[in-house]
């Protein structure tokens, strides 16, 4: 079993080499990407410990991005399922409806600082090209945003939003026409641009400095967690955090300050869509998108194809830092099908104000199941990471309405 | 067989011209098919590159993720592809013949026995794209103990000290990419500054053969014929697709490419 440092963020658990655990992770790259990367590692380790990049990072997450995000105790859900405490980190409300917001701001900065004029990023549910297209128009970059077909059809409200705020939305219409095909044509723009453009890797994926670059942006959602958990026990209780996972920044984002923690005291559950879940069906690790990681293969070793109805979680491959996480027995990991999230997002849009979209409905609908089983002195958090409007047109096909 | 890699660019220099190789993909459109394109272009071959498809290539053009797609779909598998080497290599022995992909259908195979597989089916090199230096030693290692050329790419934003360790880690040949694109895609920099930046690969090691690939077509490749060998890869793929289309035998006029080619480079 691999084990994990104490008092090492996560992010920096790795070897010369860029793996985690001597299996996950490394770069699995172009030789013409070698340099860009290595330059790019080498201006991310030099800004995360220069204090005025840290002033203006804070700056921006505060007076653009809104500043800290709720939490707050569901009464209504808690009652109704009489079992544990269930409180919501509500993300959703942060400028840019979802955590990708910090991911993408970190990175508009991050190529401002490199000099680069260009950025480009994939996107699956549209979240992070939103948050992307947006922070590129606020400090006056050239943005494209490459997404598959199927997601610009079906994530129309957050195409709209890429286009009004002056981004290209380049159409992938190779393999399934999702985020798997996005990712790899983001990746062959990089390999053909690198030299002017500044690739922003939508997930914690990647080579080795794009993991680092997401898992250290959203690592503000935990810093906040943390803050308020105090604020309101007077200490940390014992927890589960429970979040869904696509390539997980969120959940990466959600935990990172928690990990040192007893898996006793504070439990990492990761919730996976049902049929692209390489971490909760013993996937086979693979190399994809220029890291070893689990990911769903055939035999022969092709990247397989995933089916979930949220377009968020619609991918193989998982990061390499929730391989890390597994292999270690922090986290553990389970899944939701796309019923389940929709019988969440019914029960807790019933019960409570808040509009989550199918993304975290699947750490919802985990919630629920366990919630009942669980005694009044246990605490479950729920990261709410995304805003539901974008999948409306979803919800009310597959429910026949949307709550107001 | 061999050096058979080392005595082809040897029989191009006693001839005063660059070694041209090809790149397509194996199983493109179908199994026999790439076979019998690889059979007739390679009596104006020096040494031929043959891709392994895999569904998420992240250094390819359309052109070369066309043909992969293709081959894919008519269901070529890594033995296929072993045996279709084997059936090359018995009628042409004295052919080189590189395989060409990406580390995941290496990774999934497992090592040791792709590389007992190579051996075995006559497989002279192997370019892994994505496997890059120095994270690719302990697999070059491996290669050269089994007697299979490594073959180490330099691109155009490698720098001098990198290039220098690539060299020094080299085998038989190495691969220069042309500029910075994914494969097929117009060239970005002009011929004076793709020959200065080959001119300083050679000037480390004048004694290794380096080849230039990545944006060669009938158009650029008289331009470049001072380097030891020229890949052709996207524009032949391309000339499938097209005869495909057109419901023309891709056999004869990818044929017709590769000596239009090669009369370019003599």
């Keep these: 079993m691999i084990k994990l440092k104490k008092k090492t963020p996560i992010i920096d658990q790795h070897d010369k080499f860029g793996f985690y655990g001597n299996k996950f992770g490394g770069n699995y790259c172009a030789e013409t990407m070698r340099k860009p990367i290595e330059d790019l590692s080498k201006l991310f380790e030099k800004l995360r410990k220069d204090r005025k990049f840290l002033k203006k990072r804070d700056h921006y997450f505060k007076h653009y991005l809104g500043g800290e995000t709720p939490f707050f105790k569901l009464e209504n859900l808690t009652r109704y399922l009489g079992g544990a405490q269930i409180w919501c980190k509500d993300v959703s409300a942060i400028n840019g ?11 508009a900065l991050i190529c401002k600082e490199s000099g680069k004029r260009y950025i480009a990023g994939d996107t699956g549910a549209g979240m ?7 922070a590129a128009k606020k400090m006056n970059l050239k943005c494209k945003i490459f997404m598959g ?8 409200p957050n195409v709209k939003f890429m286009r009004d705020a002056g981004a290209e939305v380049v159409p992938v219409n190779s393999g399934s026409k999702t985020l798997v095909d996005a990712v790899s044509e983001c990746m062959r723009h990089y390999v053909s641009n690198c030299d002017n453009t500044h690739l922003a890797v939508g997930s914690a994926i990647g080579c080795n400095i794009f993991l680092k670059i997401c898992a250290w942006s959203t690592s503000q959602i935990s810093r906040e967690l943390k803050k308020q958990l105090i604020l309101e026990f007077g200490e940390i209780p014992k927890l589960k955090l429970i979040n869904v996972i696509g390539g997980g920044s969120s959940a990466l984002g959600f935990w990172n300050e928690f990990i040192d923690y007893d898996k006793k005291h504070v439990e990492l559950i990761g919730v996976e869509a049902k049929y692209a879940a390489p971490l909760s069906t ?21 990247i397989a194809e995933t089916r979930s109805l949220s377009a968020g979680l619609d991918y193989p491959g998982s990061s390499p830092l929730h391989g890390l996480l597994k292999d270690s027995g922090r986290a553990r990991y389970t899944n939701a099908s796309d019923k389940d999230a929709l019988a969440a ?13 199918l993304e975290p409905a699947h750490a919802w609908s985990e919630c629920i199941r366990l919630a009942p089983k669980l005694k009044k002195s246990d605490v479950l958090v729920v990261n709410n990471c995304g805003k539901g409007y974008k999948d409306k047109k979803i919800y009310i096909e597959e429910l026949g309405y949307y709550p107001k | 067989m061999k050096n058979s890699i080392n005595n082809a660019f040897k029989v191009a220099k006693k001839e005063n011209r660059p070694a041209l190789i ?18 007739s272009i390679s009596r104006d071959l020096d040494i031929a590159e043959w891709g392994i498809p895999h569904n998420c290539p992240t250094a390819d053009g359309k052109d070369i993720q066309n043909s992969s797609y293709r081959a894919l779909q008519n269901g070529i598998r890594l033995n296929d592809i072993f045996k279709l080497v084997k059936r090359f290599k018995k009628t042409k022995p004295s052919k080189p013949i590189i395989l060409m992909g990406y580390y995941q259908m290496i990774f999934n195979y497992g090592e040791k026995k792709f590389i007992q597989k190579c051996k075995v089916s006559g497989v002279d090199g192997l370019i892994v794209v994505d496997l890059s230096f120095p994270d690719n030693k302990n697999f070059a290692k491996l290669c050269k103990k089994n007697s299979i050329c490594f073959v180490q790419l330099i691109a155009p934003t490698t720098t001098v000290k990198r290039m220098k360790e690539i060299i020094k880690n080299s085998h038989e040949m190495i691969y220069m990419i042309s500029t910075i694109s994914t494969t097929g895609s117009a060239l970005k920099y002009s011929i004076k500054r793709i020959i200065k930046n080959y001119n300083a690969i050679k000037k480390i090691k004048p004694s290794k053969n380096v080849v230039i690939g990545f944006g060669i077509t009938e158009k650029t490749i008289s331009n470049l014929k001072s380097a030891d060998g020229l890949v052709v890869g996207s524009a032949i ?30």
């Design chain 1, 97 to 107: 409806d979802a955590h990708k917001a910090y991911h993408a701001t970190v990175n």
């Design chain 1, 128 to 134: 992070f090209g939103k948050n992307l297209a947006m």
């Design chain 1, 149 to 156: 077909t199927k997601d610009i059809s079906r994530q129309a």
């Design chain 1, 282 to 302: 013993n996937a086979k690790v693979a190399i994809l998108h220029g890291a070893a990681q689990y990911c769903l293969t055939d035999k022969e070793g092709q």
């Design chain 1, 345 to 357: 997002f019914k029960l807790i849009t019933k019960l409570e104000d808040i509009r989550p979209s």
């Design chain 2, 22 to 39: 090809s790149y397509t993909v194996c199983g493109d459109n179908t199994k026999d098919k790439s076979l019998q394109i690889l059979n």
């Design chain 2, 237 to 266: 793929c391309r000339e499938i697709t097209r005869s495909l289309k057109d419901r023309q035998n891709p056999v004869t006029n990818v044929s017709k490419i590769v000596r239009k080619l090669k009369n370019k480079i003599i």
